[in-house]
């Protein structure tokens, strides 16, 4: 069974670094892309991003460019999403996706979403 | 960079009702790359509807999709108590933005 499995809610201050995690199990990690979704709150969904782990080949959207780093960890089939310096706009629920190809690219595979929350 | 729009923001009908629920493309979209996915309170989005019209893995067939270049529909034939939630359509296009998605639908009990 296909499963992501994120890391736990964080409450950070403005300025602080972040670094939250997604473990794939179930599937080779190497084989396919997995991403990044952000939920403020209230509000709809928005593609962050994405990592191939088998080259670590990234993209990301042009509205997350810069502001987030999407890394990989193919021998522990873990993948990252990183702020250097948090704002209180980053408070969220961030979601990491995997598509698939047979599913024309759709996110089939969904984590259960940690909640990231930035205040003084 | 490809925006979806999608109406009503907000649906109020009863069980056993039909939902028709639109996304509208800025442009083209293909047909193999429109997605619906169904998201509850507290929980994760799921996918419903991939490639415009074919149901994911166990998902009841009251849920339909159609259309194809710019405007696409999420149908819910007759709406079971579990099925109102918010609805996003969202497309898979080229660079720079592959992935985006609509505003969603709420579609709640009238």
Same mark, same amino acid.
Do not use: H, N
């Given at each position: ?7 736990g809610a964080?409450?950070?201050?403005p ?9 794939g ?8 892309w997995i ?5 403020? &709150?209230?509000k ?13 080949d990234?993209?990301? *959207? ?21 702020? *250097? ?5 980053? %408070?969220?629920? /961030? /979601?990491?996706?995997? &598509? ?8 089939? /595979? ?6 990231? %929350?930035?205040? *003084? | 960079?490809?925006?979806?729009t999608?109406? &009503?923001?907000t ?26 996915y169904?998201?509850k309170?507290g ?13 994911a ?18 149908t819910?034939?007759?709406?079971? &108590? ?6 996003y359509?969202q497309?898979y296009?080229?660079?720079?933005l592959?992935? %985006? ?10």
């Amino acid at each position: 069974e296909v499963q992501l499995v994120q890391s736990g809610a964080e409450v950070k201050k403005p300025g602080e670094s972040l670094k939250i995690s997604c473990k794939g199990s179930g599937y080779s990690f190497t084989s396919y892309w997995i991403g990044w979704v952000r939920q403020m &709150p209230g509000k709809g969904l928005e593609w962050m991003g994405i990592i191939y782990p088998g080259d670590s080949d990234t993209r990301y *959207s042009p509205s997350f460019q810069g502001q987030v780093t999407i890394s990989a960890d193919k021998s522990i089939s873990t993948a990252y999403l990183q702020w *250097s310096s948090l704002k209180a706009s980053d %408070t969220a629920m /961030y /979601y990491c996706v995997s &598509p698939r190809s047979d599913t024309a690219m759709a996110f089939d /595979y969904w984590g259960q979403g940690t909640l990231v %929350t930035v205040s *003084s | 960079e490809i925006v979806l729009t999608q109406s &009503p923001g907000t649906l109020s009908l009863s069980p056993g009702e039909r939902a028709t629920l639109s996304c509208r493309a800025s442009q083209s979209v293909s047909s193999s790359y429109l997605a619906w996915y169904q998201q509850k309170p507290g929980q994760a989005p799921r996918l419903l509807i991939y490639g415009a019209s074919s149901r994911a893995t166990g998902i009841p067939d009251r849920f339909s999709g159609s259309g194809s270049g710019t405007d696409f529909t999420l149908t819910i034939s007759r709406l079971e &108590p579990e099925d109102f939630a918010v609805y996003y359509c969202q497309q898979y296009g080229s660079s720079p933005l592959p992935w %985006t998605f609509g505003q969603g639908t709420k579609v709640e009990i009238k």
